[in-house]
């Protein structure tokens, strides 16, 4: 694997916005987070995450998930919303299909954003 791909796997460890499968800390970053209980909106195969950070732009009274199973992509969406402040902003860097048993303790009820691009729509 190229070195500079290896280098942003390693940095979304310690980026506070993202959560991995093995991230021991996911339930809590993921309840903090959701604690101001707005609406939630996730995005399938969010890649580098623009689709996700222009939605968070647009509406900041609300909460948008971007989730991508490649976390090299989704890196650099994390280091676009912390550098622009987006609070509103989140990464889940796991397959798609984890998502609905991680979030069921958190918020039941979220909108879907699946990319036509994106293969990652549930079947
Ligand atoms: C065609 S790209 C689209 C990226 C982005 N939505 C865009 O339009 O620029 C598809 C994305 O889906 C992601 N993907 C594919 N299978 C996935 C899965 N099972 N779970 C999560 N993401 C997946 C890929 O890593 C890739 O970033």
């Not at 280098?7 to 021991?24: G, R």
């Not at 195969?45 to 689709?51: D, M, S």
């Not at 994390?78 to 509103?88: D, G, P, S």
Request: charged share 30%; net charge positive.
């Amino acid at each position: 694997m190229p070195r500079r791909k290896l280098q942003k796997i390693k940095e979304l460890h310690d980026l506070s916005n993202v959560a991995e499968m093995q991230d021991l800390n996911l339930k809590n970053k993921l309840a903090d987070f959701l604690k101001n209980k707005k609406p939630l909106t996730l995005e399938l195969g969010c890649g580098k995450g623009e689709y996700t950070l222009a939605l968070a732009k647009e509406n900041q009274t609300e909460n948008f998930i971007g989730i991508d199973i490649q976390g090299e992509r989704l890196w650099h969406g994390a280091k676009i919303a912390q550098e622009q402040k987006l609070n509103n902003v989140f990464f889940f860097a796991l397959a798609h299909r984890k998502y609905k048993s991680i979030l069921r303790a958190h918020q039941h009820k979220y909108n879907l954003v699946d990319f036509p691009r994106s293969p990652a729509a549930p079947r």
